[in-house]
């Protein structure tokens, strides 16, 4: 596949799925040292470590929210961060709210 092509599947791949890790550009087929370079161009930003929205999207005010759901995929987003998600209350959470079940590994997240 042509550099274009791999630049192209990403950009159209993140378009569709608001925020990209570094496995689905790998699950994808392709070499995620397009992701850096598409960043060095200006095409996609980093929004967190290993993950990556297109330049010209909008940077929701959930951000923090898609960057967690996206590490812990098993989670659920719950107490004050739910309440802040869903404009109830008045509380803003400085940290984000998640539930896992009782026997999975304690996720590491910086």
């Not at 759901?69 to 959470?93: E, M, N, W, Y």
Request: proline share 5%.
């Amino acid at each position: 596949m042509k550099k274009n092509q791999n630049a192209d599947k990403i950009l159209k791949y993140a378009r569709r799925h608001g925020i990209i890790r570094v496995r689905d550009v790998i699950r994808e087929g392709i070499h995620p040292e397009y992701l850096r370079r598409l960043c060095k161009k200006g095409t996609l930003t980093r929004v967190g470590r290993g993950m990556y929205i297109p330049a010209d999207e909008e940077i929701s005010p959930h951000i923090g929210l898609v960057q967690i759901a996206k590490r812990i995929p098993h989670g659920v987003i719950c107490l004050l961060s739910a309440l802040q998600f869903h404009d109830i209350g008045t509380q803003s959470p400085f940290e984000v709210w998640i539930a896992i079940e009782g026997k999975a590994a304690q996720p590491r997240i910086e």
